[in-house]
């Protein structure tokens, strides 16, 4: 694939403890990055949640909610930051850019400059969802992913391998899916991503894959173009895995 964002969870970066940021899950995290690209050419931005810190809908109690919205995007921009650091101390060249201005962190998300980057190999994480509240940084992904015009949305997820009918957690009979429409995941109300997100993503025919980024050389087998996980699509036929 050519080009690429990948959607990470900000618990990914909190490890055990579930909150905060441990500095060993996310040069985990860094690891498998790097060495996913490693030989490869494939274009990588990364859009990273803040629910390690911060979930808007839920934290901010009776705070009003554009601005329990806004703490949960700063969230965001502190997770950003460590894993440039993480990336970038295994030589990763890596470029933060926020949709909030905050200058002396941070470049301003400016599409241009973006694609510059990542012509140029740099990795690019996009911080600050999309500079709104009541949008979530699924949507930011998938927003961001059509504006780099990205071949692919790559849902990361930690020990889900995929889209299961059920939850595979709690029911060891859920049947994984191989491919899948997005007007099934929105009929079926299943837990991909948020139904805005979806929607543009099923707009633009903007294709994308479910998958578990902690087995081992997932990532660096995805950005190869092999099938791993659930792959969802405008106009897939909805099959399940064998």
Not at 8 to 29: H, I
Not at 66 to 85: E, F, H, K, S
Not at 97 to 120: C, D, F, G, N, W
Not at 213 to 218: K, L, M
Request: one cysteine or more.
């Amino acid at each position: 694939m050519r080009r690429v964002v990948l959607k990470l969870s900000g618990e990914f970066l909190a490890g055990v403890n579930g909150f905060g940021v441990a500095p060993e899950a996310t040069d985990a995290l860094a690891t498998e990055i790097r060495t996913a690209r490693s030989g490869g050419t494939t274009e990588l931005a990364l859009v990273v949640g803040g629910g390690n810190f911060w979930r808007g809908a839920t934290s901010g109690g009776d705070m009003d909610p554009a601005t329990a919205d806004y703490v949960g995007m700063l969230g965001t921009v502190m997770n950003a930051i460590a894993l440039q650091d993480a990336l970038e101390r295994q030589g990763v060249v890596t470029r933060v850019q926020t949709a909030i201005p905050m200058q002396a962190v941070a470049e301003s998300y400016i599409r241009r400059r973006a694609l510059r980057h990542l012509e140029k190999g740099r990795v690019v994480i996009f911080a600050g969802g999309t500079g709104n509240p009541f949008f979530t940084t699924d949507t930011a992904a998938a927003l961001r992913a059509l504006e780099i015009d990205a071949d692919m949305v790559l849902m990361a997820k930690n020990a889900v391998s995929g889209v299961f009918d059920d939850d595979p957690r709690k029911n060891k009979a859920a049947r994984q899916y191989a491919e899948l429409s997005y007007l099934d995941v929105l009929n079926q109300g299943l837990a991909v991503m948020d139904a805005t997100a979806i929607s543009l993503c099923m707009g633009r025919e903007m294709p994308m894959t479910v998958f578990d980024i902690f087995t081992s050389g997932n990532l660096g087998r995805v950005l190869a173009g092999e099938h791993v996980g659930t792959r969802i699509t405008t106009d897939a036929v909805t099959r399940f895995v064998d």
